[in-house]
């Protein structure tokens, strides 16, 4: 950053900075106090990421959504969702399955923060991937994807790796005496045919409980019928409601 100019000298009168200590952070021998790195960096017109990341991963463009189109629209600024809207921990989902029409899935899913975002990650279960032929390997099971707000919910795709089996979900909070259910919809991504669906009602309960509880429900996960539903699952779903 300092061949454009003639000396080390001219460049920390022009930054404001004692030249003994830049020559000290040039060397890696101290490193900046944040206001001036903050100034270092607005005067060379560089991320700061460039001196607190591996060079390989803060030149790493951006991601889709925090491109300068995007970013007032789908951008990343819109990540905050508070604990009191949308609480981390495991919840147990339910929807009428996509494929076979005459059967409900049970599944487990984990919501948590970090950096700031809001994410979800879980696994397919083992019998309703067995019944399609599909493989059973933990990575080909395992979906994720990241929550943003609503005006009077929650959204979040979630899709396995390679963004295979992608679906879209919608959730907003059911006002009830424990306040931990949540419903919407979920749809994917597909062609229309003669069989199957591709909307359906999505019911997800947050399971404030012990974790040996949440093992026990992850126990029933998978493929299963109106009758062995959780009884609020049953009400929330109206399977004898079309969706609309």
């Not at 005496?177 to 019911?203: D, F, I, K, M």
């Not at 309960?205 to 009758?227: C, N, S, V, W």
Request: charged share 20%.
């Amino acid at each position: 950053m300092t061949k454009p100019y003639r000396s080390v000298s001219a460049l920390c009168r022009d930054l404001g900075i004692n030249r003994t200590q830049f020559n000290r952070y040039l060397a890696g021998e101290s490193f900046p106090r944040p206001d001036i790195l903050a100034q270092i960096c607005t005067f060379f017109g560089v991320d700061a990421r460039i001196l607190l990341e591996p060079i390989e991963t803060a030149t790493r463009p951006p991601g889709v959504f925090s491109h300068p189109y995007l970013q007032d629209y789908l951008g990343l600024n819109l990540q905050t969702i508070p604990e009191e809207v949308f609480p981390s921990g495991f919840y147990r989902f339910s929807r009428e399955s996509y494929v076979e029409t005459d059967l409900i899935v049970l599944g487990i899913i984990y919501v948590f923060r970090r950096d700031n975002f809001v994410f979800v990650r879980g696994y397919e279960a083992r019998n309703a991937m067995r019944k399609q032929g599909l493989p059973l390997q933990s990575s080909k099971r395992e979906f994720r994807g990241v929550v943003t707000p609503q005006d009077d919910g929650v959204a979040f795709n979630v899709a396995h790796r390679n963004n295979a089996a992608t679906t879209f979900n919608y959730l907003c909070r059911v006002a009830t005496y424990q306040n931990s259910y949540w419903v919407g919809y979920t749809a994917r991504p597909c062609r229309e045919t003669v069989s199957g669906r591709r909307v359906t009602r999505l019911v997800y309960e947050h399971l404030d409980m012990p974790f040996a509880d949440i093992m026990k429900a992850a126990r029933a996960t998978g493929y299963t019928e109106r009758q062995n539903l959780p009884p609020f699952h049953e009400r929330y779903l109206r399977l004898q409601t079309p969706f609309v």
